[in-house]
């Protein structure tokens, strides 16, 4: 059974601060890694796609990739009250098939 | 350019009901998918279509199927409805690396 984990929070930070969402996962042939965001009430968002190990940066957001781990992160800088959301970790072994996280909760305190 | 839509947004059946859920996309994308989301658990996927003419299950077929009426149009039909099927449905597409763009979503609720 293909699993990725996420830490349901809350995760709770100050804003302007830095938000650290982790994921891990359970097949070693995944390839393609994304975060997308969800408002309450609304469908997931793509922000973020990484398929090699490193940062990949776009604007406030990095993600982060560690295969041999078989972990990824992302990190918001600067948080604001407008990023508070859930944020789906999910993963893709290279067919159509995309595992998604249940989800970390993020709120950000202004 | 309205990526993907989804109709109804919300629908409420009784048991044993039959309904089909819409989904069409106008990006051109190869690929459309529908997942359902339970609170606590992530997205599951129901079944995708790799391409116009095909259709394979997911996660979690079982109660429902699926037709590719076109390259721009994927439904989804429950011929039976069941408790166990209140869910949100969402419907997605992809073209490039997997990367998926999601509907608005249908809020079902079956008594």
């Known amino acids: 059974q293909k699993e990725v984990e996420q830490n349901s929070g809350p995760l709770s930070v100050p804003e302007g601060a830095i938000a650290s969402l982790n994921c891990t996962y359970s097949?070693?042939?995944?390839?393609?890694f994304f975060w997308y965001r969800q408002y309450s009430g609304k469908s997931p968002e793509l922000i973020m796609f990484?398929?090699?190990?490193g940062d990949k940066e776009d604007g406030r957001f990095t993600a982060q990739l560690n295969k041999a781990s078989q972990y990824v992160s992302l990190l918001i800088r600067d948080s604001q009250p407008s990023d508070s959301a859930t944020y789906l970790c999910a993963v893709n072994t290279g067919g159509f098939k995309t595992i998604f996280g249940a989800g970390t909760r993020l709120f950000v305190k202004a | 350019n309205a990526g993907v839509t989804q109709t109804p947004k919300f629908q409420v059946l009784k048991t044993g009901q039959s309904m089909t859920l819409q989904c069409a996309q106008d990006?051109?994308?190869?690929?459309m998918y529908w997942y359902r989301q339970d609170p606590g658990m992530g997205l599951r996927l129901i079944y995708y279509?790799?391409?116009?003419?095909?259709?394979d299950k997911g996660e979690v077929p079982n109660g429902y199927n699926v037709s590719r009426l076109n390259k721009r149009e994927f439904s989804l039909r429950l011929e039976s409805a069941a408790p166990s099927q209140t869910s949100v449905y969402f419907c997605a597409s992809s073209e490039v690396k997997w990367e998926q763009y999601f509907g608005p979503g249908t809020r079902l609720t079956v008594t």
């Open positions: 279509s790799a391409s116009e003419g095909t259709t």
């Open positions: 990006m051109n994308h190869n690929s």
């Open positions: 990484i398929y090699s190990n």
């Open positions: 097949d070693r042939g995944s390839q393609s």
